[in-house]
């Protein structure tokens, strides 16, 4: 036989080990654990670990684990129902500043965890959970971006003495005729140097007519800024769900993929996605706010409100300057000074009132009012859930207007983390377009125990039919195809769990599929070396014969399957795609196992009898 | 053990007209399903909304069917689906784009009942996502037999490149006509196991055709078709063992695995039937009937290098 080189057995006895040690973390199973996290989405102080302790204290729970676990807050418990109770009792006294959320903490020990091993990933049809998929209104986007065309235009030609006959709105454009063509091209240089961001352009058949759109640029880029808008507002408001590990994506140009494992309410959630946020500003009233709050009266044409730090009391206007339907943009920046501040931009509307309010009152305070109605889950004395809307309404910043502004401007007078969080909320505060659910997948939790328990026992019975004919059909050969299959379950699912790939049914599937073909390598081998003792090679001849000459029929045949499986994962979607990514990395693993694993094992059995007579093949 | 006690001497080349005949029949067949009688697309496709219930005794199909009335819901489909505890409500998708709240109506209609159901899993799909999915199905199934179309002529030969397509789209029409036939749903991951079945039943057709390139070289004097017959006999016994072996894991995936992937693993058991026998007989027959010759095969000469000095 030929010599079997040392490095290969080293590089089987290493990826042995790390198969072994990276598909290990699925072995140990879950503890029931409540997650916590504040309510900006994050990780609460290491000080945190003794309020936890002392609210789970009083209601009599006794914890496994408090503290921070990868970034997470993780309170284990010992079993389900101390995990309800623990969680009701959290949300109950740690209140709105902080999210409760019920989990399943891996029980890796903490030294495999050290190596980065981790179990795999289960999907929403193995655990049970909802996944949206949610269409971004980008025609409302535009349509809205086009009344601004028609509104902001022709106030810049008053302004400018640029006297035009007539405006309409057509489709996609915004028209404006002139009674002669000294007028238009006036009115075309004042709209190009002001708005850069429009095209322009006289139809020949009209040629007094402008029509005046959006470029093409312009256009994409709106859309895409309403889109990221609606990706932060929805990632702000599943935060506040009590979700252990949503996932909040983009998907494409105008699509929002929002996944929440373990959530069964579904009407809950799409109550709170589609939940209205809006941004106010009001001119802040004279009258004494504590007075006012103290008393209870409130002054004629004017709100009480309460500033979200600290909750001082303010008295503002009734009346609206600017709402977040006028809100165009929103950015952390900084100032003439070099301090920080928060450039906002305006629609048409909101930037002629804005305009007309701080020309009169240049040195007044303005406040910033957020108002968000969402359905709230409280608990009530016996611990359970009531469901109420609530509207909040908070003051996020009160500041002196410094100058007269418009279209853009800055509010300053913050602090640079307080500019970013309030350009952040100013964003993530309202839907900038509606969103309509276009797919919605629930999985009931006994549904994806269900599926979890029958694909462990197909995949079971599947692996032991094939082992046992295995080992019938080819005998001690077979037997060492039956240690490859193992091996090369083993390094399936470490690399899956490398990857931290999601396993779905389609997956598990897909295993159970790669388990049935993977033999095909040493069947393909066996089967040669049989040929080759047939013809009257020695045995041990027939074995190397084998497999060289089986090794590019293995190749070939397994890299036609492999451009299929990378086809599906690049055009398929959802589970599909999960499918795939088993199929690939089984294929990979199983060239590798049965090729040079079994050889390996077979050298090692018959290393030194070269005058044997037969092969158990 | 072994299941052929030596390397048979079956002539299939002889048997390739009425083989190719029948698949040809068998193909037109599925083709004519396919397009007249038509796929029973899932709501994967065509959009609409699914509810899976479960009750906890025998579930009453007529009071369902009732309480899905009294809340305005047309053309609900109500059926047993696996037991007769769990129930599946199928509603085809609506002009109304905001159809997600269909879910909720249901449930809520469901939930009226006495006793209660659990809910087991909903789906709902828009139709022009369901008309998108249909679409980049299809373009992968395109795409993954250009990929291979190209493989196979660079790795062997443009003859065996055409050969082992029309045997690959040979097996996937196959299966499809069967879905088609019995109406079977035909959802995303029937989709997958469409693809799977393509590059299983390719992985089959190559490997006889590595045999026949090797038997080409090695077998100087053999006629093409005697070369073809003895590549197929000698590889035959690799093939009814890797086909028993995927058999036998996607049966115990079809009896044990659930509803989930039940089609799944009727469309691969089809498949690989269907792609066992057509590696053998049509993609085999396909290259003997394109002329495939020893010359096809020679590995290109080498540039002369005798005028060198």
Partial sequence: MKPFPLWKYLVLAASVVVGMLFAAPNLFGDDPSVQISTAAGELPPPTFGEQVGKVLGSAGIEPLSNGPEEGRWIVRLDDETAQLAAADALRRDLGRDYVVALNLAPKTPQWLRDLGAQPMNLGLDLRGGVHFLLEVDVDDVRTRAVERIVDEVPALLRKEGIRYSGRRQAGDAGVLEFADAERLEAARRAIAGEFPEYSLEVPPQAPLTLQIRLSEEEAKRIVDFAVQQNLTTLRNRVNQLGVAEPLVQRQGADRIVVQLPGVQDTTRVKDLLGATATLEYRAVAEDDPYTAASSGIVPVGTQLFYTRDGNRPVLLKREVIAGGVNLIDAAATVDENGGPAVSVTLDGVGAKRMFAFTEKNVGKPMAVLFKEREVITNYNAKGEPIREQRQIEEVISVASVRGVFGKRFQTTGLTSKEAHDLALLLKAGALAAPVVIVEERTIGPSMGADNIERGQLAALIGFLAVVVFMAVYYRLFGLVANAALLLNLILLVAAMSLIQATLTMPGIAGIVLTLGMAVDANVLIYERIREELARGSAPLAAVDAGYDRAFLTIADSQITTLIAAVVLFALGSGPVKGFAVTLTIGIATSMFTAIIGTRAIIHLIYRGKSRLRDLPV | ?309
């Fill in chain 2, 1 to 309: 053990m072994r299941i052929l006690s030596r390397v048979p001497n079956i002539d299939f080349m002889r048997l390739r007209v009425p083989a190719v005949g029948l698949s040809a029949l068998l193909t037109v067949l599925a083709v004519l399903l396919i397009a007249f009688r038509g796929l029973s697309l899932g709501i994967d496709f065509t959009g609409g909304v699914l509810v899976e219930v479960s009750y906890p005794q025998s579930a009453p199909l007529e009071e369902v069917r009732e309480a899905l009335a009294r809340a305005d819901f047309e053309g609900a489909s109500v059926q047993y689906f696996g037991t007769s505890q769990d129930v599946l409500i199928r509603l085809p998708p609506t002009a109304d784009n905001d159809s997600a709240a269909i879910s909720t109506a249901v449930l809520d209609a469901l939930g009226t009942m006495e006793p209660a159901p659990e809910l087991r899993r909903v789906e709902f799909v828009g139709s022009a996502v369901g008309d998108e999915l249909a679409v980049d199905g299809g373009l992968a199934a395109l795409f993954a037999i250009i990929g291979i179309l190209i493989y196979v002529a660079f790795r062997f030969e443009w003859k065996f490149a055409l050969g082992a397509i029309v045997a690959t789209v040979h097996d996937a029409l196959f299966v499809l006509g069967w879905f088609a036939l019995l109406g079977i749903e035909f959802d995303l991951p029937t989709l997958a196991a469409v693809l799977a079945v393509i590059g299983y039943s390719l992985n089959d057709t190559i490997v006889i055709y590595d045999r026949i390139r090797e038997n080409f070289l090695d077998l100087r004097k053999a006629s093409p078709s005697e070369v073809i017959n003895v590549s197929v006999n000698q590889t035959l016994a690799r093939t009814i063992v890797t086909g028993g072996t995927t058999l036998f894991v996607l049966v115990a995936l079809f009896y044990l695995a659930g509803s989930a992937v039940h089609n799944f693993a009727i469309a691969l058991i089809v498949g690989v039937l269907v792609g066992t026998y057509s590696s053998i007989f049509v993609g085999s027959a396909m290259v003997l009937w394109l002329g495939v010759t020893r010359e096809d095969l020679l590995p290109p000469a080498e540039t002369e290098v005798d005028d060198m000095p």
